[in-house]
């Protein structure tokens, strides 16, 4: 096999050293903002409405250890209903181990919450995010938010959090999650909430698979924004499949 200069081959790493790899900094006091996006070789961030159309076995690999690192998963609601989120599953014993290496994660060892980001507090009590989870999710909304949608949300296990009056900015979003200790943010998705992430310039990095495949059609990119941006990123690792998936880590310069 032709090797690509710099770049390491998945196979050669055992999952301390992907751990190692995907790290987020030590004593963080804010909050650091890590997004997590697959796209098609032609840069289609879904395959059939759905980000999971393109997973690999890689890809799934990696959002699994992400996951494991992260101290809050950062949704978006059109994501939770396209993608029928539930709340994320852990192996507690690899969550206390990362976090005693500094990795991040829960002493106890408990999954990250889902933090949902939703104006309107437009979510159906009765859905995934609800009923198939370990830990309560967290719904970020407005004080505008019809109170009946904010009860039921708050009777079917969540925690209502009122973030804006009438919309959501993202440092008052990043703020609400800093309140709670939670530093190590993990975005994903979708493309409009991380498009506004972007905007305001609060995205630390990237870890970004490129699917082996060509989509065409009309699928939209990772991010979406109203005005379009430069933002300056190094590549930190460059990881390869055999089956052609491409894993690399794009850190903010």
Same mark, same amino acid.
């Given at each position: 096999?032709?090797r690509?200069?710099?770049?390491?081959?998945?196979t050669e790493?055992?999952?301390?050293? &992907?751990?190692?790899?995907?790290?987020y900094?030590?004593?963080?006091?804010?909050?650091?903002?890590r997004?997590?996006?697959v796209?098609? /070789?032609?840069?289609?961030?879904?395959?059939?409405?759905?980000s999971?159309?393109?997973?690999t076995?890689?890809?799934?690999?990696?959002?699994? &250890?992400l996951?494991? =690192?992260?101290?809050?998963?950062?949704?978006?609601?059109?994501?939770? $209903?396209a993608?029928?989120?539930? !709340?994320?599953?852990?192996?507690?014993?690899?969550?206390?181990?990362?976090?005693?290496?500094s990795?991040?994660?829960?002493?106890?060892?408990?999954?990250?919450?889902?933090?949902?980001?939703?104006?309107?507090?437009? #979510?159906?009590?009765? *859905?995934?995010?609800?009923?198939?989870?370990?830990?309560?999710? #967290?719904?970020?909304?407005?004080?505008?938010a019809?109170?009946? $949608?904010?009860?039921?949300?708050?009777?079917?296990?969540?925690?209502?959090?009122?973030? !804006?009056?009438?919309?959501?900015?993202?440092?008052? &979003?990043?703020?609400?999650?800093?309140?709670?200790?939670?530093?190590?943010?993990? *975005?994903?998705?979708?493309p409009?909430?991380?498009?506004?992430?972007?905007?305001?310039?609060?995205?630390?990095?990237?870890?970004?698979?490129?699917?082996?495949? =060509?989509?065409?059609?009309?699928?939209?990119?990772?991010? #979406?924004?109203?005005?379009?941006?430069? *933002?300056?990123m190094? $590549?930190?690792?460059?990881?390869?499949?055999?089956?052609?998936? /491409?894993?690399?880590?794009?850190?903010r310069?």
């Open positions: 096999m032709q690509i200069p710099n770049a390491i081959q998945l790493l055992d999952p301390d050293g &992907l751990a190692e790899l995907y790290a900094p030590t004593s963080l006091d804010e909050p650091w903002v997004a997590n996006f796209a098609s /070789i032609d840069g289609a961030a879904t395959a059939g409405d759905k999971a159309g393109l997973g076995p890689a890809d799934k690999q990696v959002f699994l &250890l996951r494991e =690192l992260a101290d809050v998963i950062l949704v978006g609601a059109g994501t939770v $209903r993608e029928n989120y539930g !709340g994320a599953r852990t192996d507690a014993r690899r969550r206390r181990a990362l976090h005693g290496r990795f991040g994660g829960h002493r106890d060892g408990s999954p990250p919450p889902i933090a949902v980001v939703t104006a309107s507090a437009a #979510l159906e009590p009765g *859905c995934r995010l609800f009923t198939d989870t370990e830990v309560p999710p #967290l719904i970020i909304t407005t004080a505008t019809p109170a009946d $949608r904010k009860r039921a949300l708050a009777d079917a296990g969540a925690e209502v959090i009122e973030a !804006g009056g009438v919309a959501i900015t993202p440092k008052a &979003l990043l703020n609400v999650l800093a309140e709670r200790g939670l530093h190590r943010v993990l *975005c994903e998705g979708g409009h909430l991380f498009g506004q992430l972007l905007e305001a310039d609060l995205v630390d990095e990237l870890a970004l698979t490129t699917a082996p495949l =060509l989509i065409g059609g009309t699928a939209r990119r990772i991010a #979406l924004s109203a005005h379009e941006f430069q *933002c300056a190094s $590549r930190r690792h460059l990881l390869l499949d055999e089956d052609g998936t /491409i894993l690399t880590r794009w850190v310069r």
